[in-house]
């Protein structure tokens, strides 16, 4: 069994996963605190962790119908992400792991959102184009093998696609986070009721939201107070189809470009419903993980466990979280 913890952002989560991918248990603890200050506040964020992740593994555990003594490999996210949030769920995961000197398997975040793909029910196997959009990250891979080796073919040159559904959804006056509110506003729009870039003047497979989020902006102000304000589900509609077709358009790119045929998708914006029927017309074999999944969980970093090589006791002692880069540790297991 695979106790996974994640805390990268502001979600507290706990996983168990056999070693055959099998979700036993996915618990994810979300602190609705942030919706007021339109944003994560990281010293919050962290504070929550401190606060819920002895509650979130307990109820992880409970739910899979386990204890600690049957855990054989306890997973951690390591990074990227909040260093402050990160730091409370490596140290907790690192106790749990030294208490019964189990290994440990660092794991790197986006390599999780790639391994979500991994999980038991899946039966795409590498090798595949894998476009992950999240809040913080958005890139197009190929994915060859279920290891952390995966090559990057293009990645955002400014904002991600999550973090361009928030600013937009500010903009339109609508509440954090800024994706699911942004998405039902959009249900009465006309998505062609305006035209907004889609970053297409960005050679290859890299993608650029900045601008979107910048004619937007002009829109609102051209429309004026009254106008824009009653035109909004039109102006949300236009604007979630431009992020649309910038992700569908890339993902088509690198699919022409690498000669394969197979398209595995996730990150927290892969939840989008109008993202996931637009991704059925791409012609490719599809994979999509479930919309709980798709957001930050813990069963996608005990997926990504699996295929890198976990540290003996106590060599993981020392290990510190970071930020941005990658995991020079993570190597196929």
């Known amino acids: 069994m695979i106790l996974a913890v994640e805390t990268s952002c502001d979600d507290t989560c706990a996983a168990i996963v056999t070693g055959a991918g099998e979700i036993r248990s996915n618990v994810i603890s979300s602190q609705g605190i942030h919706d007021r200050f339109g944003g994560v506040v990281p010293e919050i964020a962290s504070r929550h962790h401190l606060e819920r992740l002895v509650d979130v593994v307990a109820d992880a555990l409970s739910t899979a119908g386990v204890e600690l003594a049957d855990v054989e490999l306890v997973a951690v996210t390591r990074g990227p992400g909040l260093v402050a949030a990160l730091l409370v769920g490596f140290a907790g995961a690192k106790a749990i792991a030294a208490a019964r000197e189990l290994p440990l398997a660092p794991v790197d975040h986006l390599h999780g959102h790639v391994a979500a793909s991994f999980l038991a029910g899946s039966e795409l196997e590498p090798p595949f184009v894998s476009l992950i959009a999240s809040g913080g990250h958005t890139f197009v891979a190929r994915v060859d093998d279920r290891g952390p080796g995966y090559e990057v073919l293009g990645q955002t040159l400014d904002d991600a ?11 339109l006056g609508l509440g954090y986070p800024g994706g699911p509110a942004l998405e039902r506003l959009a249900r009465a729009g006309d998505p062609e009721a305006f035209r907004f870039p889609t970053g297409a003047r960005v050679r290859g497979l890299d993608f650029s939201f900045a601008g979107l989020k910048t004619a937007l902006l002009y829109k609102v102000r051209e429309l004026g107070e009254a106008e824009s ?61 479930d919309r709980l999944l798709c957001t930050d969980n813990a069963a996608m970093i005990a997926s990504a466990a699996r295929y890198v090589r976990p540290l003996a006791f106590p060599d993981y002692l020392s290990l510190d979280v970071y930020a941005t880069g990658e995991l020079p540790e993570a190597v196929p297991a």
């Open 229 to 289: 304000g009653r035109r909004r589900a039109d102006l949300a509609a236009s604007y979630q189809h431009a992020i649309v077709e910038a992700l569908c358009a890339r993902a088509e790119r690198a699919l022409a470009q690498t000669g394969l045929d197979r398209l595995a998708v996730g990150g927290g914006v892969a939840a989008n419903g109008p993202l996931r029927d637009r991704l059925t017309q791409i012609g490719a074999r599809l994979q999509i993980p």
């Open 161 to 171: 696609a999550g973090e361009a559904f928030d600013k937009g959804a500010r903009l």
